[in-house]
């Protein structure tokens, strides 16, 4: 069997940009297209590359935008990877980074872009319902129940958590205030605002138990990341971050998961289904929780976060919300979502919670972490396949 540290620090991040962060529907006379070339093109200009430099391109969630558009955009390199990871919504981020870092560790590809451009205005829900011929197949066992958003289904898995462990809203507000108290600094954030528990707990419920700041906002952006090999990275102008490890995957019978199948064994269902690919990721990179200076997990809704946290191993199982209430996040204990994540800052796909923990191992974060060397990234729970990234600031 291959060593499972193979990959750790062969390919690093050297580049990052993205567009401003519009509202949903602000940016839809533009497209998808021209938001990605944008982002493509900021983030080639912070690694010091020429845009037709790229050789390879990787993507995922089904991104409209093909990677074919982008080259011929750019007069680019002869395209020689062109990669697409599927998984619903942010779960399948770590899986398109992963492409491009083998890609790049094996010398398949000299320079790798991965991005995610959103346009969400683009299309309101019906008329996306009428354009698809058939509806997913794990929604045909929740939509004849009602169940057709995705916060009524994250809700139920919620409800369940509650029950068998006791987690409370207050254990909710945390993470929705830890939010807006990290964008508060960010001046590109959406909600900068501070939020208090008494506004928090005055807003009405939207799927109960969930209130307005336990849901990520709908946004149009686009966001690029430049991958290349260890051995080249000396060669760009910014400060390379390293791959220690990238993992990609979901429990077994956990299908599409939170998202209508329910066929998930009974211990999974009131978890974020990541315990299989945080054991992977830890295994490959050769690290653990003790030793993340800053975690970016996936903040779709705030509950999974609590159970984010304890997939990774940051706190037992059902421990979520005693760690988070008992001061276990923020500046002075484990700094989480430091840009404000897709709560505060804006929905990216998980994308901005790779840029922010690149700009946190560069030590050029609005709320930075001293001394930041390691970065754990968590994809989107509730769909399959899920992911996480580990990155570094030193090559190991």
Known sequence: MADPRWLRGRAA???????????????????????????????????????????????????????????????????????????GGGAAMGGAFLHAAMAVATGQVDVCV????????????GQAIAKVPRLPAAFSWAAPYGLMAAGQMFALA???????YGTTEEHFCR?????????????????????????????????????????CMESDVAVAAVITS??????????????????VGAPQRFGQGLLGS???RDDDFASAGQRTVAADLYSKAGLGP????????????????????????????????????????????????????HLAEVYAHGMTHVAEAVRQLRGTAANQVAGAEVALVVGGAGPTPTSALMLTREAT
């Open 13 to 87: 991040i050297v580049g990052i940009g993205s567009t401003a962060y519009g509202r949903r529907g602000e940016f839809t006379e533009r497209g998808e297209l021209s938001m990605a070339a944008e982002a493509v093109s900021a983030a080639c200009v912070d690694a010091g590359i020429a845009v037709a430099d790229v050789d390879g391109w990787s993507s995922y969630s089904m991104d409209s935008t093909e990677p074919a558009d982008l080259a011929h955009a750019f007069g680019s390199r002869p395209v020689r990877l062109a990669a697409m990871t599927h998984g």
């Open 114 to 125: 991965v991005y995610r451009s959103i346009c969400q205005g683009k299309l309101r829900f």
């Open 158 to 164: 919620t409800v369940r958590h509650m029950h068998l």
């Open 175 to 215: 993470i929705a205030v830890n939010a807006r108290e990290m964008a508060a600094n960010n001046p590109q954030a959406r909600f900068r605002e501070l939020l208090t528990p008494n506004e928090y707990f005055e807003m009405p419920y939207i799927y109960e138990p969930l209130r307005r700041p336990d849901i």
């Open 230 to 247: 260890a051995e080249r990275a000396a060669d760009f102008d910014a400060d390379p971050v390293y791959i220690a490890a990238a993992s």
């Open 262 to 264: 329910y066929n998930m």
């Open 290 to 341: 003790a030793d993340v200076d800053v975690a970016q997990v996936y903040d779709h809704f705030s509950p999974l976060v609590l159970m984010g946290l304890e997939d990774f191993g940051f706190c037992e199982v059902g421990e979520g919300g005693p760690f988070v209430a008992g001061g276990g996040i923020g500046p002075d204990a484990l700094p989480l979502n430091t840009a404000g994540g």
